[in-house]
């Protein structure tokens, strides 16, 4: 699976839109971009993916650039809940009946903080 | 509530001991995942199922480690002879086999070895 490159760590206003970019350069043709989020002692959460197309659900939206080599999570009006490491991850699909594991590689993550 | 549970959410023990944790994923999924973190770090992968059966085990950290699913529903790990990094917390994640594969986590349970 291709490696992801994201921030450290940044800082959102409450109410404003958190734009947290990743950079996935080598990213092949069949590899979707994952977006998760764990808040602090909890287990990871799902928030969104995508394989080309931009994507949007009730908690926020995927942009890929055309070249899919990054893309952005935003959240559109970021709240102190929101507070948590975000991680890209960038994972092949189904390689065929019963073979892969489609485990998730998580790397370190954005350390997202919500000021209030 | 219809999501993925751990029990116990925490467990201390004494280096040497065995231990057992247990998932129980969202009903109609059938994979399940087991993923360790530690402090500072992201979850790493240690071994899933689909269905009853084991398709990855070759991350699991050492022989002490097992992890089963007989019946295709509920999975438990089980760390023998336990060391001090082994302390950690233990994640179970669930999914339906599918062109995306979105993986649902637990809670976790975290381990502390003394």
């Known amino acids: 699976d291709a490696k992801t490159t994201q921030p450290t760590s940044m800082d959102c206003a409450e109410g404003r839109a958190a734009n947290l970019p990743c950079n996935h350069s080598t990213i092949s043709g069949n590899e979707y971009v994952y977006w998760y989020r764990q808040i602090h002692s909890q287990g990871p959460q799902y928030i969104i993916h995508g394989l080309k197309n931009n994507e949007t659900n009730e908690m926020a939206s995927l942009i890929i650039t055309e070249d899919r080599k990054s893309s952005t999570l935003i959240l559109p009006h970021a709240t102190l809940r929101d507070t948590a490491v975000y991680y890209c991850i960038v994972r092949v699909g189904p390689r065929g009946s019963g073979a892969g594991s489609y485990q998730l590689t998580f790397g370190k993550g954005t350390k997202l903080s919500v000021i209030p | 509530d219809t999501g993925v549970s751990q029990d116990p959410r925490h467990k201390i023990t004494k280096r040497g001991q065995n231990v057992t944790f247990r998932c129980d994923p969202i009903?109609?999924?059938?994979?399940l995942y087991w993923y360790r973190q530690t402090l500072g770090q992201g979850p790493e992968f240690l071994t899933y199922f689909q269905n009853e059966a084991q398709l990855e085990k070759s991350r699991l950290l050492s022989d002490r480690f097992s992890a089963e699913r007989p019946k295709g529903s509920f999975s438990t790990l089980e760390i023998q002879r336990t060391e001090q990094g082994d302390s950690a917390m233990y994640l179970c994640?669930?999914?339906?086999?599918?062109?995306?594969?979105?993986?649902?986590f637990g809670p976790g349970t975290r381990l502390t070895v003394l």
């Open positions: 009903s109609e999924h059938n994979r």
């Open positions: 994640a669930s999914a339906w086999y599918s062109q995306v594969d979105t993986q649902y």
